[in-house]
Nanobody, 122 residues
Framework: VQLQASGGGLVQTGGSLRLSCAAS????????VSWFRQAPGKGREFVAG???????AYADSAKGRFTISRDSAKKTVYLQMDNLKFEDTAVYFC?????????????????WGQGTQVTVSS
């Protein structure tokens, strides 16, 4: 499975962005997709995820502001980010795993896309 993340950019506080994660290859082998982010000098953290078994799940920092969705026909998962804050500034990564259970740890994911930079200006 190959993942291609896109949609990052520069936005002002309170603005919105929609990230996309397009999958190719053996896409039928993955059953959960998540978004992670990594701010400068910090570790990679879970933001939001979706699996066939659990549906959508969000980190506390994302609840009420971010929405994860998918378009099966396009093999794409989206992360709609609204009311962005300065602290949302990070490189965002999408990741997929073959297991049906949605996990929030980096080590649980088999496939990773390249990151896309999100910068929120204050």
């Amino acid at each position: 499975v190959q993942l291609q993340a896109s949609g990052g950019g520069l936005v002002q506080t309170g603005g919105s962005l929609r990230l996309s994660c397009a999958a190719s290859g053996r896409t039928g082998t993955y059953n959960a997709v998540s978004w992670f982010r990594q701010a400068p000098g910090k570790g990679r953290e879970f933001v939001a995820g979706w699996s066939w078994r659990h549906g959508a799940a969000y980190a506390d920092s994302a609840k009420g502001r971010f929405t994860i969705s998918r378009d099966s026909a396009k093999k794409t998962v989206y992360l709609q980010m609204d009311n962005l804050k300065f602290e949302d500034t990070a490189v965002y990564f999408c990741a997929a795993r073959t297991n049906w259970v949605l996990k929030r740890e980096v080590r649980d994911y088999n496939y990773w896309g390249q990151g896309t930079q999100v910068t929120v200006s204050s």
